[in-house]
């Protein structure tokens, strides 16, 4: 391809577009995504909300105050949410709402001093010049570890779409503890961690992460067969919980979106769209049928032990093969590729652990996978991986994930529609069967304006409790006092306990929620001041501080107590490489210090007891006043310490 | 000072500290601030709230329902919140406590690009490698431009304290647009613009920006005079509310802290803490007096007109005199040192332009000076400056801030009594002349728990409403469910419509809140879609779409129209400079598309009818797939393009 050949779309010969246009759900498209757009089209300003000093009317909201956290109150859940394109993943109380903390995985916070300091730069990797490697990032999707089929309050696991790396996080200080770079993947959408031992009973608890690679690249991609898309491939990949090391890779066709994983351990799945393996976005809607992908778990392991593997470039990582070709006969099958209609978006299984919903998006479908079929496919007693499929519930346009409650019932996102559909999976596999009485939807609800996650509360474990769904959507246009182009989005609380959905609020959330999970608070144990001894520079007496020097290297120890550094000054040189390292050694509980230096581009926070520390050149001479930026004292103003450079 | 000098406090003869240990200030730090931390000392995990799925009961909250916004209604108020330590601007709703926006000014933000794109990096200032020279940013006050002595809705002005940087933000788009790092200051506390000019009765609007620094520095600050503390000062500045340039500096004695702008445009004022010019913790809370600061706006611009000024190092921004000693007699004094107890800390003026308050910090009182009685000391009849205090009611411990209503109240965060209190600025004059009578404290209310900065619906302008008083407070500890060492801080909503004032909200905030406005919705005017013609640089057709070679030197062309980009691929050569401009032609209002690009560390938006562009070198082979990050469509998963790197 050269540049001429390059030409922009509208002079395009488009045949897959066109194609595309006719289909049934473009016309969904055209009559409901895209006029929810256009119908505020051209308008620049948005009109002035009229100014009222009358108190709210409450009209519209049926049980005023019940949904309502009162002040002193608490929230009776914790709702953890990926950041999208923010590269960090937060915290909020529900009903209530509100952010409780933002955890920074794989973007900057200058707060924290995540990306600054030397131990926030150990776990994001560094450049050479010992700056961040990435400094951006878009969280997919966040989910806990599990033990006993529910959450055990110890790890979270995010995902980073754009670089290809898995964060974890730890739940007693909320803080990320480890980032691993994928090899030989681009676009890491789904993650899901396993939740027992596919073979050993004794390990009812998560050891493996899974993690879906969404585009396809040249293996290895450094340079070669760049212009032929049939060789471009991707892979599943599975890490190891506690070490964070990638344990193995599936190499397959097609690419992974979301990811889920079986109760029992044995099966991880993967919704597939672009089976056709377009490299052009006219050639990725064109099959009528994509798949979920289900990998049999203890199978590939036994593959890896036995050596029948491949490694990729440069990486050591045992590679096995999960393509269709190679694994047509089922009893020794790695992988099954089971049919599902049009480019689906989402698979969640349910909480009994029976059944995966993969939903159709071009396709107005939900598709229900019978967990035992799979099994009895890899088993060779079931002659088509179809016929796993054991519903297919037309629920409306768009659909994309599905929420359960405790109840049988299915909660499942319409992107087209802009509605949560509750529908029934057992009347659905009845009404699959021929029943014609069987009544699969039970009730649709509006939200604003386009939803893609939604989940419920504990409902992506075996404690699902029917209480709340939460819509994470795009698009709130309207819903909010408006504050120039970029608008929040909306996470939507439902509350899904009675026969009928109810909206109880519309929560603003910065761009973008694009996952999330719902935890009933008492499984949350967080710690609130850290361990001295976790830290293994740590000062751990004022009177151990001072500046020490060794050649041009010189490391400046020092303690915080409210409201003062241990050290009312110190002195370094011009070109020495400084390394502060700082402890607070305050004990409360919320008495946080920080240190910010002028003109160094430092900043950083020390939690109650924890150690920090930054590297720099002192490359200017003069004074420079370090100072506590986190308010800890009515003497916070006067925490500061004057760094003097000589010439 | 050598190294082996610089020992730890503990170890370090401390008078300074003996001294302040036996005044009643820290008797009640004793008593409020540190104990309310200490009771939670060794606590370290904090227990476990019980498990309930009770609805929440409301018991504290008497008018349930009154404050909240229910689904699909607006907020009456938008608040605007410095974000402390985390170098940005927020935007919420009231009453609701939503978080609408955050705007990226000091910081790095991965979703917007702030700090990726060029087009940020110009306004942020780069290194000479092209990255921005700094990641953080410290904000402390925003302040929009007024007309006729209320909000004009036009811009936003908010400080960075690290490095001394004003940062203007456009109301329209809600977006940081100039950044001026200000010459020879550090620490810059506090900024406040003029509402009208002080001469020309015909300029009723905002021209300049007030910039006060804290921290007193040799000047230049280039290694000189480093051991001398006498020889540190600190400047006034004045920077041009449209140029953004610097328009004059004072030189003074003491610190600034606070900076507050009166009503018809003749006097900036500060506090100042550390008038004793202390270079130690210990040494700055010695002098019982310490001042409040008035520059003579008119005289000090005669001054630079006539050319007494002075520069300081490389900055030729005009130097005046503003030091005690050379504006001892008041007809020609361009600066008026009004004395105030003890490190005080916040001065607010009233709506009707009359009075400042200026709270003590470490004194229980407010000093209330009145307007008219500086400007009769700067004609020469007033004999002390200390008479310009017409009250001085003993208000409480730890007194900050101070916001107004409309009925003549202030109310005045209490940092150590963790109270609001309500009292009459009138009955407090009355109470100084001697009228035992007089009923200056009207109400107090506990707050959670220790209140920083405080203020009124429409507080700072001459339509303060009387409706609603926030309180940004530091240590929330048990107000919001445990999410780790380091807590959210809490914005608490005070109805203050009714003669006892009424707590009716807790609203979680990340660090740090450090200070907002409320303004009445009906002000704010925003655009929600750009003007194309507003980028030189803008692809304004999908036909301009292309890779233009010129040497090593590739400009990409492209533009997004939801779902695709105009380029489904482009092709560049290892070791080219890239740059990619792209243009959202969409005109849909809220339809943002993004790009990122895999191990090339970008990733940034475009709103509707805006253009951005970044540049890189393509130093790495292969085949990466552009993105979108902002989810714009059904088929957003399918809106990609393909950059390929050809070795």
């Known amino acids: 391809m050269n540049e001429a050949k390059m030409k922009p779309v509208g002079e395009m010969p488009d045949p897959g577009r066109r194609k595309f246009l006719n289909t049934a759900a473009f016309a969904g498209l055209a009559g409901a995504g895209l006029s929810v757009g256009l119908s505020a089209c051209n308008k620049e300003t948005a009109p002035a909300p009229a100014a009222s000093t009358a108190p709210m009317a409450a009209a519209e909201h049926l049980e005023v105050g019940k949904y309502e956290v009162a ?22 109380g529900l009903p209530s709402g509100r952010e409780l903390k933002r955890i920074p995985v794989f973007n900057m916070d200058c707060l924290v001093g995540w990306g600054t300091t030397n131990e926030s730069k150990a776990i994001l990797g560094t450049k050479p010049n010992g700056t961040p490697k990435y400094t951006t990032g878009d969280t997919h999707h966040v989910h806990p570890s599990y033990t006993d089929g529910t959450y055990d309050g110890k790890y979270m696991f995010v995902n980073d ?15 990320t503890d480890k ?40 293996l290895p991609n450094d340079g070669r067969d760049m212009e032929d898309g049939s060789k471009y491939k991707s892979l599943f990949t599975c890490v190891d919980a506690e070490t964070m090391e990638v344990r193995w890779q599936a190499l397959i066709d097609g690419n992974c979106d979301l990811v889920a994983s079986s109760y029992d351990g044995k099966l991880a799945a993967t919704n597939q769209y672009n089976t056709e393996m377009g490299i052009h976005y006219e050639g990725m809607m064109g099959a009528e049928m994509d798949a979920c992908l289900f990998f049999n778990v203890a199978r ?38 089971v049919p599902i209609p049009k480019n689906p978006h989402g698979v969640n299984i349910s909480p009994d652990g029976k059944y995966y919903a993969c939903s159709g998006k071009l396709s107005p479908t939900a598709s229900v996978i019978e967990h035992a079929l799979v099994l009895k496919w890899f088993d060779g007693e079931l002659p088509e991986a179809r016929e796993a499929v054991v519903a297919e519930p037309e629920i409306g346009l768009g659909p994309l994930h ?17 509605q949560i559909v509750k529908w029934n999976v057992e009347a659905a596999i009845k009404s699959f069967k021929g029943d014609t ?33 939460v819509s994470d959507n795009k698009f709130s246009k309207d819903r909010f006092l408006p504050v120039g182009p970029l608008h929040a989005e909306t996470a939507q609380l439902i509350d899904i306990s009675g026969d009928k959905m109810k909206l109880v609020a519309d929560h603003s959330v910065y761009s973008e929620p694009h996952d999330s999970i719902i935890i009933r608070r008492d499984i949350i144990k967080t710690r609130q001041i850290y361990n001295l001894d976790d830290f293994p520079h740590a000062v751990k007496d004022p009177k151990e501080s001072g500046v020490f020097r060794d050649g041009k290297k010189v490391t400046v120890k020092l303690t ?17 490489e400084v390394t502060i390292i700082l402890t607070n050694l305050d004990k409360v509980e919320d008495l ?53 450079v000589e010439a």
């Not at 002040?71 to 909020?92: K, T, V």
């Not at 050596?307 to 099958?333: L, Q, Y």
């Not at 599905?402 to 802009?418: I, W």
Request: proline share 5%; charged share 20%.
């Open 71 to 92: 002040p002193g109150q608490l929230d009776e859940y914790y709702s953890f949410s990926s950041g999208g394109h923010s590269g960090e993943c937060r915290i909020y």
């Open 179 to 218: 980032i691993t770079e994928i090899p030989n993947i681009q676009g890491f959408h789904g993650t899901f961690p396993d939740k027992r031992d596919p073979v050993d009973a004794a390990i009812n608890h998560t050891t493996r992460v899974f993690c879906g690679a969404e585009f396809s690249i040249p």
């Open 560 to 576: 915080s107590q409210a409201p003062a550094f241990s050290l009312r000054e110190f002195k370094v040189k011009k070109g020495d």
């Open 161 to 175: 779409k754009i670089h290809g790396r898995l964060a974890r996080i730890r739940m007693d200080t909320m803080e």
């Open 437 to 469: 009485a069987a009544k699969v939807v039970l009730d649709r609800i509006d939200v604003h304006y386009q939803p893609g996650h939604g989940f419920t509360s504990m409902g992506e474990t075996k404690e699902s409790d029917g209480r709340y769904f």
């Open 300 to 337: 590939i392991e036994e593959a890896v032990k036995a050596g029948k593997f491949t490694t990729i470039g440069s990486s050591k990582v045992p590679v096995v093969d999960g393509t269709r070709a190679s694994n047509a006969d089922p009893k020794t099958a790695l992988t099954c590729y």
């Open 592 to 644: 946080t210090h920080a240190m910010a230096i002028p003109k160094y581009d430092i900043n950083f926070i020390v939690n109650p007891q924890q150690t920090q520390s930054v590297t720099f050149v002192a490359d200017q001479p003069g004074v420079y006043w370090c100072y506590c930026t986190n308010f800890c004292h009515a003497l916070h103003l006067e925490m500061r310490s004057r760094m003097i």
């Open 402 to 418: 599905t929420g359960f409650d405790n109840k049988g019932n299915a909660y499942t996102t319409l992107f087209l529609d802009s």
